[in-house]
């Protein structure tokens, strides 16, 4: 059973300092691992999606990476803003023929101006 | 392009009322899986629906239902409800190739037991 942790549970940081994000998982068979920012009481926004034969997606100054052999994945925000304020969660697909994803309790992130 | 579309987005029931919540996914998308997000448990998984046939399941209680119509729409049916069942209800969609793909989600509804 695919268990899926986040560490810290909350970070707060000053305006402009890179910052990364932990996440871990149990069972290294799987598909994808997603990661998706949360605004309080909105949905969730996919920000970078990793399968299971790449190491690494970038987009803007947002860097994920995956190790499957040590159970891992790191979400890097360069150069972090208070706009980037937010619960960030990262989710695993570890089953094949399903969509079903196992999802970490997040990391809520403050960016101080 | 439309993102995914989730209604009612605020919902007030009382306890032992029945209630339904519509998804509507991005179009060409052909799985929608619901989730269940609270304080406590975080984002729990309650089923997944593709091709108007429930894939897989969570671990939730029977009362927990839901169906997919053939246009991919979705809805999900809580009858009897309790207190625990307040949350923020989420709908994902996915355009479903060989292998999983990106999930988008919808803004949630939420759903608060009297």
């Known amino acids: 059973k695919q268990e899926v942790t986040q560490i810290p549970a909350a970070l707060s940081v000053p305006e402009g300092e890179n910052l990364v994000l932990n996440c871990s998982f149990t069972?290294?068979?799987?598909?994808?691992l997603q990661w998706f920012r949360q605004d309080p009481g909105k949905g969730l926004t996919s920000l970078l999606l990793?399968?299971?034969?790449?190491r690494e997606q970038t987009s803007g100054r947002l860097n994920a990476s995956l190790d499957k052999s040590s159970g891992r994945s790191t979400l890097y925000i360069a150069a972090s803003q208070p706009g980037d304020s937010a619960t960030y969660l990262c989710?695993?697909?570890?089953?094949?023929?399903?969509?079903?994803?196992?999802f970490g309790k997040g990391t809520k992130l403050t960016v101080n101006p | 392009k439309a993102g995914v579309t989730q209604t009612p987005r605020y919902l007030i029931k009382t306890r032992g009322q029945q209630v339904t919540l519509s998804c509507s996914p991005i179009?060409?998308?052909?799985?929608v899986s619901w989730y269940q997000q609270t304080p406590g448990q975080g984002l729990q998984f309650l089923f997944e629906y593709f091709s108007e046939t429930q894939r897989n399941k969570g671990n939730f209680p029977g009362r927990f239902s839901g169906r997919q119509f053939s246009n991919s729409r979705s809805e999900m049916n809580v009858s009897t409800l309790e207190l625990g069942d307040s949350a923020l209800y989420l709908c994902?969609?996915?355009?479903?190739?060989?292998?999983?793909?990106?999930?988008?989600f919808g803004q949630g509804t939420r759903l608060t037991v009297v």
């Open positions: 069972d290294s068979a799987i598909y994808n």
């Open positions: 994902a969609s996915s355009l479903v190739g060989g292998a999983p793909t990106e999930a988008f």
């Open positions: 179009s060409g998308h052909r799985s």
């Open positions: 989710a695993a697909i570890s089953q094949g023929g399903s969509e079903k994803l196992v």
């Open positions: 990793i399968q299971s034969s790449q």
